[in-house]
């Protein structure tokens, strides 16, 4: 294998390397919290939040408590 | 046209919010809106009243019944009051009931012995942090005036040993809300926390002197949440969860948030004062039109089934009129019924907040979205 080989295969090794690990900013905290509302009832159902829900019990169950303003 | 909500869902299961020492704490929190009252009386919950509340609780419902520990500081209370808790749900437990039990403390008197029993007894446990020392000892104070911030690290670390991570709940002030980048990073860099909420402060009447100055304002959340979603869009980690931005998410997407101030599901709670009065949250507790009964001498049911109870769902269901028009109706429900401007049918006093912070994270989304759509066609 002669270097202009060796080399262009590196070459193409690096650029698979970044295109594998681009994520824009924040992607990945999005992708997260657009997860977890997948456990939840639409917001036109009447269904109840949370206790119903063995994945939200578990998620928020901790601190959650009622007390949320924001 | 936007639909109003007029009608009170199924209040489902209840979750309890029990106070067991009333306001009796080891910390003065300058903010607390217990500061007022007397903290100093230790009034515990009696046996009698405690034994029953859980077996009428725990006859009245099925499926996954929370029980929430507050205070006061409710380790203020003892072990021994909260292992006769787990023997009375124990004695008590039926087929098809699960039981969560979790506490808020503020972690200063948490040691082994504590950390084992909440892990034997897979209690969640929730704990007050302001963000790093220079916030959190800005106003959660002991009764020296000294700060509470190397106490609660101390608690922190407790609990960690013995395998529990807790939840963090900071409360924000006008004065702190000039430290988000300090907090949020102390938060995520150094106290390693995966998933906290933001309570914010607001003394509607001015009742507590110590704080005048200090609620918070609509500019003060907007820019602070604003802040707070920047700063999580570049942690960029897809396990920190922040309580407000996930019930903003929520709403956009159009799911149901998980906190009663989102998703208008306020009245499924109910707080259990030491001395058996009930009111719809500890927040309403100076509300004496807003008593739902007193435990000590009714039965839970008849409380829980009374017209005061029931009245109050409804109201909390029916809408301001403004809301009608706005379209995050179903994501905010007039937000917390303690924050209305003038009582239960007012208006949610961080309406613009809501709004300016649903429409900007909604931006971010769709950003997102196009992003997504852009690196599936680059790799076509």
Same mark, same amino acid.
């Given at each position: 294998m002669n270097d202009s080989v060796r080399n262009a295969g590196k070459e193409v090794v690096a650029e698979k390397t970044v295109r594998d690990t681009y994520h824009p900013v924040g992607s990945r905290a999005i992708a997260g919290a657009l997860a977890r509302t997948k456990y939840s009832p639409s917001n036109h159902s009447d269904e109840l939040q949370s206790i119903r829900c063995p994945a939200a019990w578990q998620q928020w169950g901790d601190w959650d408590n009622g007390h949320a303003d924001s | 046209m936007t639909r109003l909500v007029t009608s009170a869902p199924s209040l489902g299961v209840a979750v309890p919010i029990i106070k067991v020492v009333s306001d009796f704490c080891n910390l003065r929190c300058r903010y607390c809106f217990y500061n007022t009252r007397d903290q100093l009386i230790r009034t515990v919950m009696s046996d009698e009243l405690l034994e029953k509340f859980v077996v009428e609780y725990m006859e009245l419902f099925s499926g996954h019944l929370f029980f929430i520990w507050h205070g006061g500081e409710p380790l203020l209370a003892g072990l021994p009051f909260f292992e006769r808790i787990v023997e009375l749900q124990r004695e008590h437990l039926k087929e098809g009931q699960a039981i969560k039990n979790v506490i808020q403390t503020n972690?200063?008197?948490?040691?082994d012995e504590w950390a084992k029993f909440f892990k034997t007894h897979s209690f969640k446990v929730g704990v007050s942090v302001d963000g790093d020392k220079e916030s959190h000892d800005h106003f959660r104070? &002991?009764? *020296? &005036? *000294? *700060?509470?911030f190397d106490y609660v690290m101390r608690g922190i670390e407790v609990l960690r040993k013995h395998g529990i991570e807790p939840g963090i709940i900071q409360t924000l002030t006008h004065d702190n809300t000039a430290r988000v980048r300090e907090d949020f990073s102390f938060f995520t860099n150094i106290l390693g926390v995966k998933r906290w909420g933001v309570n914010d402060f607001r003394d509607v009447n001015a009742v507590n002197q110590a704080m005048l100055g200090q609620s918070i304002t609509n500019e003060d959340l907007t820019s602070f949440l604003k802040s707070y979603i920047d700063m999580w869009l570049v942690q960029d980690d897809g396990a920190l969860q922040i309580r407000e931005v996930e019930n903003f998410m929520a709403g956009i997407v159009g799911k149901k948030a998980s906190s009663c101030t989102f998703n208008g599901e306020c009245s499924r709670y109910f707080s259990l004062a030491h001395d058996g009065k009930v009111h719809p949250c500890d927040r309403h507790l100076?509300? @004496? @039109?807003?008593l739902f009964g007193d435990l000590s001498s009714q039965s839970l049911s008849e409380i829980l089934n009374g017209p005061a109870r029931l009245k109050y769902a409804e109201d909390v269901q029916t809408l301001h009129p403004d809301c009608a028009s706005c379209e995050w109706q179903r994501a905010c429900h007039n937000g917390c019924t303690a924050h209305r401007v003038g009582g239960i049918s007012g208006k949610y006093y961080f309406c613009e907040t809501r709004k300016s912070v649903f429409g900007y994270l909604k931006d971010k989304l769709e950003e997102y979205k196009r992003q997504e759509r852009g690196g599936d066609r680059s790799d076509e």
């Open positions: - | 972690a200063t008197l948490i040691d104070l &002991n009764h *020296g &005036n *000294g *700060g509470s100076n509300r @004496e @039109e807003l």
